[in-house]
């Protein structure tokens, strides 16, 4: 009885982290913030200039 219970849990914070890692990455594609890669201000510059 403990085990479905356990599964259930281990898969909901499975889903609950991809999804705040979603909005994480969506976040850094609209605008610059501390958790944001290096690498993503570099694309915001290649992506400006190529659409400009």
């Keep these: 009885m403990k085990a479905p219970l356990l599964i259930a849990f281990i898969i909901l914070g499975v889903l ?8 994480m990455n ?15 201000e570099l694309r915001h510059a290649k992506i400006g200039r190529s659409q400009g």
């Design 26 to 40: 969506n976040a850094c594609k609209s605008s610059h913030h501390a958790w944001c890669a290096p690498n993503s």
């Design 16 to 23: 609950g982290a991809s999804s705040a890692l979603a909005m």
